[in-house]
């Protein structure tokens, strides 16, 4: 079974970037869907970004966000530019149904 497992989180002040990592454990079929959700508290889980054959990204994150695929190393990544304390949450990665643990963006001065 494929395990997902996220990187890159932290703290980081308004206006900055972080860039979030996620790897597969086990083999990933290209260009099946592949992405990043997030939930702030009290907040229901939303959609980030997935890519397939092409990206789709949340309203309140284009045009700020990308994200990438590598499938010879089973990863995908988010670069998170110009971000604001509403990007605060923790991003969980997502693959056909299984979800990585999870790691916290927190955007404060």
């Known amino acids: 079974q494929v395990r997902l497992a996220e990187s890159g989180g932290g703290l980081v002040r308004p206006g900055g970037s972080l860039r979030l990592s996620c790897e597969a454990s086990?083999?990933?079929?290209?260009?099946?869907?592949f992405g990043w959700y997030r939930q702030a508290p009290g907040k229901e889980r939303e959609l980030v970004a997935i890519?397939?054959?092409?990206?789709v990204y949340g309203d309140s994150v284009k045009g700020r966000f990308t994200i990438s695929r590598d499938n010879t190393k089973n990863a995908i990544y988010l670069q998170m530019n110009s971000l604001k304390p509403e990007d605060t949450a923790v991003y969980y990665c997502w693959y056909r149904a299984i979800w990585g643990q999870g790691t916290q963006v927190t955007v404060s001065s």
């Open positions: 086990g083999s990933i079929i290209g260009d099946n869907d």
């Open positions: 890519i397939g054959f092409t990206a």
